[in-house]
């Protein structure tokens, strides 16, 4: 079983709609991220969370340690949002290394 | 701009060929990593370097080799490059404390034919 585990694998939905994407992992953290892949390949850091809840333009993240899981939420969401999204986790023992998520595949339909 | 840069971003190779990948960031950052990512999996940690003059295994070193060249560089090398080694892959950098995000650069996209 991996260590990061998230839901769903795809997901199309209208332009405008509320987005959820889950990510539940196994261990004990530092951090938790949330990265973003474009098709052109490249990666970007979104958020970076040990507890909380953070918020970014229209994405937010929330992490409930307790439960071990984590929720990207996208508002309003649209076209450009479409990309994968890739949650990460850093344990808490050990050094910076990622441990990585199989990602969701977002698409956004205008 | 600041950031990680790779080179190069396309690669043909064929079996047996060596080649090596080069990454640089210029945003002092202690700890670089590379990553190997692959259809329907994760990003998979092959080498890293928590710190200039140090390197160590990920989690799929196995035909790769690594040097920290300085603070600013880390660069992979395959030695004898197999069908198994097609993939992208991505250099990241970290400052080393685990309050701080990743940046990664743009990804080389590698096929051994």
């Known amino acids: 079983k991996n260590e990061v585990e998230q839901s769903p694998q795809n997901l199309t939905a209208q332009e405008g709609e509320f987005i959820t994407i889950n990510c539940s992992y196994s261990v004990g953290i530092s951090a938790l991220h949330w990265l973003q892949q474009h098709p052109g390949g490249g990666i970007v850091s979104l958020f970076m969370l040990s507890s909380g809840k953070k918020k970014h333009g229209r994405l937010i993240a929330t992490i409930n340690i307790q439960e071990k899981h984590s929720s990207l939420h996208i508002t309003a969401s649209h076209p450009r949002d479409s990309a994968v999204y890739i949650c990460a986790i850093t344990s808490n023992f050990g050094n910076e290394k990622l441990t990585f998520g199989t990602g969701t595949r977002l698409t956004i339909i205008p | 701009n600041a950031g990680v840069t790779q080179t190069p971003k396309f690669q043909v190779l064929k079996t047996g060929q060596s080649m090596t990948l080069q990454c640089a960031q210029d945003m002092n950052h202690n700890s670089m990593y590379w990553y190997r990512q692959d259809p329907g999996m994760g990003l998979r940690l092959i080498y890293y370097s928590a710190s200039e003059g140090t390197t160590d295994k990920g989690e799929v070193p196995n035909g790769y080799n690594v040097s920290r060249l300085n603070k600013r560089e880390f660069s992979l090398r395959l030695e004898s490059a197999a069908p198994s080694q097609t993939s992208v892959y991505f250099c990241?950098?970290?400052?080393?404390?685990?309050?701080?995000?990743?940046?990664f650069g743009s990804g080389t996209r590698l096929t051994v034919v």
């Open positions: 990241a950098s970290s400052v080393g404390y685990r309050a701080y995000g990743y940046t």
